[in-house]
């Protein structure tokens, strides 16, 4: 497949962020019939929503970023390049850097200047299709056909990355871990990136598929080096269409061998549903099962996965951060036992999402910096649907700090303001987990029915925080995936931190004054489908 034109290098430029809707096609539509000198490319998001449409501009050293722009304003913005002018009047903001920079220019302020930006440092700014615009970072070749698989393994293994979301193989674990068990177990391999995450707060690795496939490809490529395979699948949900057209355009322009193997890259497609992210039931997507259901561990996937091939399941943030300490090992340089950056999606109460990339050294407090809070902050719920509730951010984001503090490690931080009612959050993470869990095991099936039962006798002046806490440590010691295990979590984390709002409940009252308009406010906790978590 024919490499896409890139951005980089050219001058002046007018860069469209372009994402899953009609607006950023009409603005590239009008950009392209106005332009002459001017060279317009088409980029991938740069994580916050609110921007879109998003136009850059560069031109002789100042790039400016223009948000939510109109067919007339970018045929206004062209017009001023094709003057030999950069058009800095009305920008959100511009930032002033040496010629031709291999990443995207970074504001003093706003959302772009939140944390750091390391697996997202592209974003927005390369072609995603490109293989030019990424090798020109480190004027040299893609990463796996500079690093050999026995150094990269060594320095991953040095370094003691860990694998990064729910549908990892090595989630919070090493992942040269679970390399090292893949390379022993009889079979030949096969690289799995996961990227099917129904969850719609949970935009990091859409984010990443859409603006810098290369990135994940790359990191892909070198654990199928490290584990002498040329086969990778990357497993999408069926709705992300963009995410596949750039996957399957990049995977065309890459051209290189595994072992003197050609490299071979299949992009498939499973249910748009939360379930069918969980590693193991992902495997059972892609080999054709109708139902889904998480597999008995032991073996696990490493031993016994894709076709009963042994089996290295990453998300793209993992894969990202691999391909990050093959190419700036600098950036892996710390004392902390989860080296490297998190990313991040703010969501739940604020005007707009959006996605930034801390340090693990760092506070999720920071990550609240990207966007615009509704209402009074009252908690967060940190780690996805089956997040923990917190009253206090200050928290690192680290596998390790989130883990101690009870809070999930998803990389989704939802604000919850004060009009929220923690009794009815808990309870609609609850009947989510009674409709959406795949019914393999009892307490997955049994314990998330009895969990809504015991929170809907509240309402009845029955409150047994005993008996909850009692089932909650039974399913997370005996349900067999991620999904029975944490799905007591929310309800759990909510009566530590607001049991007087449960108690109160018992009484008739809702302290938030949410319940008595339940009916009329459903929407804002309720999820659109049993596959999906976004809130209205």
């Not at 963009?242 to 399957?248: D, M, Q």
Request: charge should be negative; include cysteine.
């Amino acid at each position: 497949m024919r490499e896409q034109r890139g951005a980089i290098g050219q001058s002046p430029t007018v860069r469209i962020s372009s994402t899953a809707t009609p607006a950023p096609e009409a603005v590239l539509d009008v950009a392209r019939e106005t332009a002459t000198d001017t060279h317009v490319a088409e980029v991938g998001p740069v994580g916050v929503p609110r921007f879109d449409p998003l136009a850059v501009t560069t031109a002789d050293g100042t790039t400016a970023f223009h948000t939510a722009v109109s067919p007339s304003d970018v045929r206004l913005l062209v017009d001023t390049l094709e003057e030999g002018e950069s058009p800095t009047d009305g920008a959100h903001a511009v930032v002033s850097h040496d010629p031709e920079p291999a990443t995207l220019p970074r504001p003093d302020s706003g959302p772009l200047a939140v944390g750091e930006r390391v697996a997202l440092a592209r974003c927005g700014w390369v072609a995603p299709a490109s293989v030019t615009d990424y090798e020109y970072e480190f004027s040299a070749e893609l990463v796996t056909t500079t690093t050999g698989s026995d150094e990269a393994f060594d320095r991953l293994a040095e370094v003691g990355l860990r694998g990064r979301g729910r549908g990892d193989g090595s989630t919070d674990d090493p992942v040269s871990e679970t390399w090292t068990t893949v390379r022993e177990a009889p079979g030949d391999p096969v690289v799995v990136v996961n990227g099917n995450e129904a969850d719609e707060n949970a935009r990091m690795d859409s984010l990443l598929l859409e603006s810098v496939p290369i990135d994940v490809l790359d990191g892909a490529s070198a654990v199928a080096s490290v584990l002498e395979t040329p086969d990778i699948v990357v497993y999408l949900d069926e709705s992300d269409t963009l995410a596949r057209e750039r996957v399957e355009r990049a995977a065309g322009a890459i051209d290189r061998d595994v072992d003197g193997v050609e490299l071979n890259v299949q992009v498939a497609s499973g249910p748009d549903t939360y379930r069918a992210g969980e590693m193991t039931m992902a495997l059972e997507s892609l080999e054709g099962n109708d139902r889904l259901e998480a597999r008995r561990r032991p073996p696990g996937p490493a031993e016994y996965g894709l076709f009963g091939r042994p089996t290295a399941i990453h998300t793209p943030r993992t894969l990202a951060q691999v391909r990050a300490a093959l190419a700036s090992p600098e950036a892996m340089e710390t004392d902390e036992t989860d080296p490297g950056t998190r990313l991040i999606t703010v969501a739940g109460d604020v005007e707009s999402p959006a996605t930034v990339e801390l340090p693990t050294d760092g506070s999720l407090k920071t990550a609240f910096d990207a966007v615009v809070g509704d209402g009074q902050f009252k908690a967060a719920c940190v780690g996805g649907v089956f997040g923990g509730i917190t009253r206090d951010i200050r928290v690192s984001p680290s596998a390790g700090a989130l883990r101690s503090s009870n809070l999930g490690t998803n990389g989704i931080v939802e604000r919850l303001n004060d009009d929220r009612c923690m009794v009815a959050f808990a309870g609609k993470r609850a009947k989510f987990a009674r409709e959406g869990n795949c019914g393999r095991c009892v307490p997955g099936r049994e314990g998330t029915k009895q969990l809504l039962e015991l929170l809907r006798e509240i309402y009845d002046g029955d409150y047994n925080r005993g008996m909850i806490e009692e089932l909650a440590r039974v399913m997370r010691r005996s349900s067999i995936c991620d999904f029975g295990q944490t799905a007591s979590r929310p309800t759990t984390t909510a009566m530590s931190n607001f049991d007087s709002e449960f108690t109160a409940h018992t009484e008739g009252y809702c302290p938030a004054g949410f319940c008595e308009e339940q009916a009329a406010t459903e929407r804002r906790t309720e999820p659109r489908r049993p596959g999906s978590t976004a809130h209205e």
